[in-house]
């Protein structure tokens, strides 16, 4: 499969090591495991002696453990395959490879160069329920992945008996989670991987860049955020409470980080004035803090002045942990991370370049994680802030309580005249109104304590599910001035240095309809007196969220990908008419159907000028265990992004399409009409098709709850959060991570090709399609995405499955359907990418999918066996037991596949 050799030897190896537990452990599990591993591997498949093994497992009392042979196994092959996914030679390469090719494309260093010092990369790690494995797995995953290079790299035996030691506990371990995984054990996993990864290799990526500039980082070029414990759309675990403690947990672990390093410079700088002279700025900087150290400190450090100033800077940070519970102030104390890092300059400027290297390196950590460490990000539903703001207003006499049924004009009305009135103290009403209200008020007054005394980088972004009207924003914006997060300034003629919006007010835009009106919502709110007076305290700068998932849900795969383009495209022009400049927050997933693929390409095939050095993403589920969970791997991934980021923004920056002395790559610049025309065509036909299955074919949510396994997703323990926004059977109000999962799990993956097959056919001129992909770098990226998902399809299994369907002419008609749009769109497919068979000109993408073709089989096959048992089972002990194998075969699906949702 791989070009190294060694790829297959690490996968022999290790699936040698687990067939030997099992042998050893259970013979009986390991021979029907082998069995049916053995039968999916022919070509010619015998499908009565296949039924036949699979009668043998799901009546033996060993179908768990077979369950979980297949579903290990495709663990361990992701674990070797992310191993020989990367460079070893040099993970941060992929930067000056992107610089050096941009030189050679013509733009100049000094160029580049303010480009790399100022874009940031700000991936927001999400709590959404995709990573189908326990924490125990994920620390399994990291050892091992080390296990295996010491083994084939450093020829150390003893790794081989710690990677049989840890194989043999995760067998005798459960698949499954048996409890509901709560808000703070998303935490507890996602901080487990901040800590020994992504931190480190966040760092690594810090160091190479500021190397390459040859100048100390102003700003840090990764910015990490995270949703958990601020994210409360449809979550009702996630309260006030609960993310306060979120907030704390989060400052507590990077101090503590910064004092661990602290206490190792203090140890290793014991550099002696004897020897080495330092300069005025550091005596005197020592000399005025010098009665905060204890005498014996006074008497050791009295000609180690490094070592002095470091004991005095680790006193300051341990007052930061006292000073966030205390009601008394705290004097000796950094109340800012640039204090902290002017100390650290201090110190740098007292040693030669060796001397400093790892004080430069603690720069660039405190650079990176501040007093914060990740920017909770805060969401709700705007229908919640509409039901607050409609209480409080019929409170105070500003409106009726029917305030969000009046019409959009008049809605704008009133809150213009509430904008203008005096700001009111929340707390003198807080008691005054509903529980839920009081949970939208005490909201913004815990952000603004938090910002006081925790950082005022730990919330930013206030993001509004579901914004439909420039009034939802507006809302927002009055909760914001009564909370002091927006403080109008007096003159809008001089500058102010004091920070008057602390919060960035960010709607997000999900569904076909809502994105193609985002551009008029943002103009009437330019033209709004209050709302303009906010921009202009926030620098004339706008966040807007997209969602690619549930546009694609409402739209259909390619509907959605061509209504954000259009959608970034049109604010981009807008944004340069207005004088506002927009920071574009990518709401992707890990699968296709959500926005999933390589982020690099996606960057290179976004509109023109949408970047501008800065990309801000989520980051949800499986996608984190599977890009940060190992060191080596982040830095290649954290790498790749930042070089693509840093072409992106170059192109973003000084290409205007008609520079004859830049040579890019094709249409980074420019917008073909007639490609724009095609492009249009292929999306109206796709939308129609996607939406006649959906939301128009009679009885398609049964067949939905019939023909994937999505009752049995809802009971697994994967999420804090539930799988549906409300208690209803409508396609609109179930969540797009759910709605993906289900249709993975049974292998027609629908959400990422259905229509793209109506939408091709529906071009004459077929050859136009083949030089729209040889020439648009958007439809070149958005067909190989969909081809991959393709090739993951397994229209058999998919079949299958389809049986469990009770009414037979719905049945039949809705698959008729998809085995319809299934064969065009394959056929126009490998027509559009010249192609016999899907990949076959991406030849490593191509066996990696494959390879694991049987292994999921195996699980689908017991899925639909054990599916069936349940819906005869009569008695709730067995249908306990065959819930638990079910579960156990989704999660190993989930890893065969790559992804769950």
């Keep these: ?51 036949s093994i699979l009668q043998e497992i799901t009546i033996s009392d060993k179908t768990l453990e077979v369950i979980k042979a297949f579903s290990l196994y495709n663990i361990l092959l992701n674990i070797v395959e992310e191993r020989h996914h990367l460079d070893k030679q040099a993970p941060l390469l992929a930067i000056k490879k ?9 733009f100049s260093k000094q160029d580049i160069n303010k480009i790399l010092g100022t874009m940031q990369f700000y991936p927001v790690f999400t709590a959404h329920p995709t990573e189908s494995r326990r924490r125990t797995f994920l620390e399994a995953h990291h050892e091992i992945s080390d296990d295996l290079c010491k083994i084939f790299e450093l020829k150390d035996e003893e790794a081989k008996e710690h990677l049989k030691y840890r194989l043999r506990l995760l067998w005798q371990s459960h698949l499954v989670r048996s409890e509901k995984l709560e808000v703070l054990f998303e935490l507890d996993n996602l901080l487990y991987i901040v800590e020994s990864s992504i931190l480190t290799s966040s760092q690594k990526v810090l160091d190479f860049i500021q190397n390459l500039l040859q100048k100390p980082l102003e ?108 009601p008394t102030n705290i004097d ?109 008020l005490e909201a913004f007054l815990r952000i603004d304590w938090a910002k006081k005394y925790i950082s005022e980088e730990i919330i930013q972004s206030f993001i509004i599910s579901m914004t439909t009207e420039a009034s939802d924003m507006l809302c927002v914006l009055w909760f914001a001035k009564q909370s002091n997060l927006w403080k109008p300034s007096k003159d809008k003629t001089t500058p102010d240095k004091k920070i008057r919006a602390k919060i960035r007010i960010t709607p997000l835009f999900e569904t076909i309809d809502d994105l193609q009106r985002a551009k008029d919502i943002i103009n009437i ?32 795969i390619f509907t959605s990908n061509y209504s954000l383009y259009q959608a970034i495209f049109e604010l981009m022009k807008l944004g340069e008419e207005l004088e506002i400049g927009f920071v ?64 992106k923004s170059t192109y973003d920056s000084f290409c205007s399409g008609e520079l004859p002395n830049i040579k890019t790559s094709k249409n980074i610049c420019h917008i073909d009409t007639l490609q724009w025309q095609i492009m249009r065509e292929i999306s109206q036909a796709s939308y129609k098709a996607y939406r006649k299955l959906v939301y128009q074919t009679a009885g398609f949510m049964d067949y939905f709850k019939l023909a994937t396994p999505i009752n049995f997703i809802r009971q697994l323990n994967l999420g804090s959060r539930p799988s549906k926004r409300k208690d209803t059977s409508k396609v609109e109000d179930l969540r797009a991570i759910p709605w993906v999962f289900a249709w993975t799990q049974n292998r027609s993956i ?51 499955y389809n049986k469990f369907v009770t009414n037979q002419d719905s049945r039949e008609h809705i698959w008729e359907m998809i085995k319809t749009e299934y064969d065009k769109t394959m056929r126009l497919i490998l027509y559009v990418r010249q192609e016999k068979e899907l990949l076959e000109n991406d030849s490593k993408l191509r066996d990696s999918i494959l390879l694991r073709k049987p292994y999921v089989t195996a699980l689908n ?16 002990d067995q249908k306990n037991r065959l819930m638990e194998q079910i579960h156990s075969t989704i999660v190993g699906i989930a890893q065969g596949m790559r992804n769950t949702g």
């Excluded at 992107?98 to 013509?106: K, R, S, V």
């Excluded at 709110?525 to 998932?549: P, R």
């Excluded at 899925?863 to 008695?875: G, M, R, T, V």
């Design 98 to 106: 992107a610089y050096d090719e941009l030189i050679a494309e013509g």
């Design 1 to 51: 499969m791989q070009n190294n050799n060694q790829f297959g030897q690490e996968l022999d190896f290790i699936y040698n090591v687990m067939v030997g537990i099992l042998k050893e452990l259970n013979p009986e599990v390991m021979e029907l495991f082998l069995s049916l591993r053995q039968e999916l591997l022919f070509e010619e498949k015998s499908q009565d002696k296949i039924k």
């Design 219 to 326: 700003i840090s070029p990764i910015q990490l955020g995270s949703w958990i414990g601020g994210d409360r759309d449809g979550n009702p675990f996630v309260t006030n409470e609960l993310m306060t403690r979120v907030m704390r947990t989060q400052h507590e672990l990077i101090i503590k980080i910064y004092l661990q390093k602290i206490k190792r410079l203090e140890r290793e700088l014991s550099i002696s004035t004897d020897f080495l002279p330092i300069n005025q700025e550091l005596e005197r900087s020592l000399e005025e803090e010098k009665n905060e150290l204890e005498e014996t400190s006074l008497k050791l450090y009295g000609r180690e002045p490094f070592r002095a100033k470091l004991h005095l800077m680790g006193k300051k940070l341990k007052n930061r942990l006292i000073a966030i519970n205390s």
């Design 584 to 647: 574009l927050f990518h709401g992707r997933g890990g699968s296709v159907s959500r926005g999933g693929g390589t982020l690099e390409s996606a960057l290179l095939a976004s509109p023109p000028k949408s970047v501008l050095g800065m990309l801000k993403t989520t980051e949800q589920g499986e996608v984190i265990s599977s890009k940060y969970l190992n060191p080596k791997s982040a830095e290649f991934n954290l790498s790749s992004t930042m070089g693509a980021l840093l072409k």
């Design 525 to 556: 709110l330019s033209q709004n007196k209050h709302y303009a007076h906010y921009l202009y305290d926030l620098k004339m700068t706008q966040e807007i969220m997209i969602g690619y998932s549930d546009s694609s849900k409402d739209g259909g």
């Design 750 to 800: 629908i959400p990422a090709w259905y229509g793209v097959g109506s939408g091709l056919e529906s071009i004459a001129n077929k050859e136009e399609l083949q030089l729209c992909y040889q020439e648009s770098e958007f439809f070149k990226t958005t067909l190989d995405n969909i081809s991959q998902a393709l090739l993951k399809v397994d229209i058999t299994i998919a079949q299958r």
């Design 861 to 876: 096959l017991l899925q639909i066996e054990l599916i069936k048992k349940y819906n005869l089972s009569n008695y709730q």
């Design 332 to 440: 000796f104390i950094y109340r800012h991370p640039k204090e902290l890092l002017s100390d650290i300059d201090l110190l740098i400027r007292n040693l030669d370049s060796l001397g400093s290297k790892y004080l430069k390196e603690f720069r660039n950590l405190v650079l990176l994680g501040g007093f914060h460490l990740m920017r909770l990000d805060f969401r709700e539903h705007r229908d919640m802030f509409l039901n607050a703001i409609s209480e409080v207003f019929c409170l105070l006499g500003i409106s009726d309580s029917d305030f969000g049924t009046f019409r959009e004009e008049k809605k704008i009305e009133i809150l213009n005249t509430a904008l203008e009135k005096p700001k009111i103290n929340l707390e003198t009403i807080i008691d005054k109104v509903s529980k839920d209200t009081q949970n939208i």
